[in-house]
């Protein structure tokens, strides 16, 4: 048997099946979500999913079977094409709902933040686990936080002055990271309570008009305070979102709105564009009811488990911080998602994991996943070059 395949057959296959099931479900729920307009560009997108998780899963097989020590010397080059993507916001960046974070070159567009992302994970594992054995003064842990700081702040808020929903993902990130690489916890206890004096001063002086409307929109209609929202303004989304999920009930409204005279069902008729990807949970949740969105959820929960397992059994801290990041971040997206699609959080624009329509995005996700099953598919080598060693001194 030779090592490649050897290295295939030791693939943690419950959480490929898991990763490929989500997929197929975000395929599902984008038809239903769009197959309607006949003749339309955006009746295809379910298509066009379809052809980017064929662009992605041989990008998850490379980056799974290549074991993932590479990225001790690739996490700075990695880091600077994802800070040089940003960059690119500048000249070519795009305007999309409201949002400068996508860029267009030669008739494809990207979102530079999903790279920046991981780049920027692969560099903070690197900080975190094997740095201070390179270097010694980073043992200590101020040093290692101050530079895993600098690393994190600088890509966060260049994606956070265009697209905070973006930049927002980097803190669960951070602090998770932070939390497995190592530093003690006087120093995070520190760092949150830093954070919660700064967020008044960033709600007021740091976010746009329109951001601080959105934040005081969830407030007001989670305490049914709805006559002091606009609701044909701010409120008109969130409204129309409470609508479409409350009405649906247990069961939905069935595949394609079946059950609905007229096919008007609300995502359909209300958000015709937006529903593949921000609001792709409502659309599960209005088409298939409690039953569908439970089981959206209960799958992303498997996957979340599933990775903690796997940086449980890492072979060493590098491993094992790859695996937290990429866990942080899907569980960070997850519940931004679905959050605001309930109105339980701000609507501020981040897709559901290998759900939501987004060509870059899924692939990102499809690379980070190979990653993952890097980190488990390698979980004992050094434990067989050791006992090759013992063998030949015996």
Known sequence: MTPLFRKLLGLNWILLLNMLVLIAFGVYAIYNASAYKEGAELSLKWRDQIKWALVGLPIFFGAALIDYKWVRWACIPMYLMGIGALLLIEFYGVERLGNKAWVEIGGFSFQPSQIAITSGIMALAVVFGDLPRFVPVFRYHFLRIMLAGILAGIPMAMVAKEDLGSGLVWGPVFISMMLVGSIPFRYLIVLVLGALCVIPLA???????????????????????????NMQDEGWVAGHLQVAIGSAGFEGKGPLSKKVPDQRSIHRTWF????????????????????????????????????IFVAYHARD???RLIAVGVVAMIFAHTFQ???????????IGLPMPFVSYGGTFLVVMLFLMGMVQSVWVHRNTLTVKKRGRDEERD
Do not use: C, H, W
Not at 214 to 227: K, S, V
Not at 283 to 295: C, H, Q, Y
């Open 203 to 229: 709600y007021f002086f740091g976010l746009k008009d329109y951001q601080r409307k959105r934040i005081d929109t969830t407030i007001y209609m989670m305490l049914g305070q709805e006559e002091k929202v």
């Open 272 to 307: 015709p564009n937006e529903s593949i990807n921000d609001f792709i949970f409502a659309v599960v949740a209005e088409e298939f009811g409690f039953r569908g969105a439970l089981l959206l959820l209960s799958l992303m929960l498997l996957l979340l488990i599933q990775g």
């Open 317 to 319: 801290q590098l491993g």
């Open 337 to 347: 998602n679905a959050g605001m699609n309930l109105n339980l959080l701000p609507i």
